[in-house]
């Protein structure tokens, strides 16, 4: 059988498009690129916001539609949008195959075999992850599902459940694996990895332990921590993450806002002055530690003196990066009852506002390190041609350093003076920052 893979969302939701398709892989699956010509599409969605939302139907309807021209034999949906809308989805789109939510994926590889589009369960193994992304050497490894967080714009507690951690064996195991494959750095997920071995018992392993066993029982020269509440970040997880030098010196801790008055509006765990006061903490703690957060804005009742507080906040706390949103009502989540909705036009306002004074700040933040002799991880060889976005034509090699997480930060443009290979590590020195970007030469 040859498999189709569209997946959408998070890289948490990656992870799980990587262990279902090695689920199939394990019963015979081959995947395939070319989607006109695959046997079964599988379409893993996104339910989070609207605009996610919004993709993840164009990408159902968009497989239905090579489904009609004949090579595609079945659709599979799966993941947060269909948990979440399965009925409406059967009944609007009745051209696609299946639809599983997260308690029905144990139903795909025998439902796939009575097509006869898969070989016999029976006869077949669970498999091994499958990479689906560009770059082997960065991986994600989800360590818990679900959350336990009752914030009152999010629906993912609705979508996925109560918190559940994963064994520490088992994510030991995977991180080997995830090595085997070429991983160079590994990024911890999960909706709060803080959380992780609440649920385990009062005397079971939590995020410390976790990360000691990772270290001890693998040589993956990278691992980062993404997605922590600021209320998880205990003294012992800041002590290992202090002395631990294959643990990069980066945290995403969430913040949402900072006005106080939204904050207990938004149902979260934090206010300004605790936030104040762990960002400190962790500064003192942690050498050269650089902190993401992620923001939202326009949610109901938000007034111009809250997103005033809000910038302020942001202009004394000094965030190395940030990603931001505007609010978008989700269905069953508390906030849909808030009568009080900020217009459309001043939410788009108050983002591009919010995101300007960040990409100042971050500039300045960069520019610290401009200077030190670094490590960078080469994600890929620069466009010969000079032809890659901001490098001025002058790198050979795009990469990151231990202050920049995948996909959602800045890169770092390399002069190397020969050739390194993607998963390489170069030393170098910085010469400059732009906004998001540093610019560096290698030593040689």
């Known amino acids: 059988m040859k498999l189709g893979v569209i997946s959408l969302g998070c890289d948490k939701a990656t992870v799980d498009s990587e262990r ?118 960065v991986r994600y490894l989800k360590i818990s599902e679900g959350c336990d967080h009752t914030c009152a714009f999010c629906a993912i507690p609705l979508m996925r459940g109560k918190h559940r951690s994963e064994p520490v064996e088992r994510l030991v195991r995977e991180a080997q694996a995830l090595e085997a494959q070429g991983a160079q750095e590994i990024n911890l997920v999960a909706q709060d990895l803080g959380h992780y071995g609440r649920d385990l018992g009062l005397g079971g392993p939590k995020l410390p332990d976790l990360l000691e066993a990772l270290l001890a029982e693998t040589s993956v020269p990278w691992y980062r921590l993404l997605y922590v509440y600021s209320a998880g970040l205990t003294e012992r997880l800041v002590e290992v993450v202090a002395r631990s030098p294959r643990i990069v010196p980066y945290l995403d801790i969430p913040i949402q806002h900072a006005a106080d008055r939204m904050l207990e509006r938004m149902r979260r765990p934090e206010r300004q002055g605790t936030l104040r006061d762990k960002l400190g903490w962790l500064r003192r703690a942690i050498p050269d530690l650089a902190i993401r957060t992620t923001c939202l804005v326009g949610f109901p009742g938000e007034t111009d003196d809250d997103f005033r507080e809000l910038l302020t906040f942001l202009e004394e706390a000094q965030f190395d990066r940030l990603g931001a949103f505007s609010y978008s009502p989700q269905d069953g989540t508390r906030a849909t009852q808030y009568p009080d909705d900020v217009p459309d036009a001043v939410k788009r306002e108050r983002l591009e506002e919010l995101l300007e004074v960040q990409r100042a700040i971050s500039a300045e933040r960069l520019a610290r390190f401009v200077g030190r002799e670094v490590r960078v991880l080469v994600d890929r060889v620069a466009d010969p041609d000079g032809g890659d976005e901001g490098d001025g034509g002058g790198a050979t090699h795009v990469g990151r350093v231990a202050w920049q997480a995948d996909d959602v930060d800045g890169v770092t443009y390399v002069d190397q003076g020969g050739w390194a290979q993607a998963g390489s590590f170069v030393r170098a020195r910085l010469t400059a920052s732009e906004d998001y970007d540093f610019r560096a030469v290698a030593l040689t």
């Open 20 to 137: 279902l398709v090695g689920q199939l892989v394990g019963h015979g699956a081959v995947v395939t690129p070319d989607l006109p010509h695959a046997d079964v599409i599988l379409v893993n969605t996104c339910g989070f916001i609207d605009a996610a939302k919004q993709e993840s139907i164009d990408a159902i309807l968009s497989a239905a539609r090579l489904k009609a021209q004949g090579d595609v034999k079945a659709v599979v949906a799966v993941g947060c949008l269909v948990q979440r809308y399965k009925q409406e989805l059967q009944r609007e789109i009745p051209e696609v195959d299946l639809f599983l939510g997260f308690s029905d994926l144990h139903h795909l590889v025998p439902e796939l075999a009575s097509r006869g589009l898969i070989a016999d369960p029976v006869a077949g193994h669970p498999g091994v992850r499958q990479f689906l992304g560009d770059s082997a050497h």
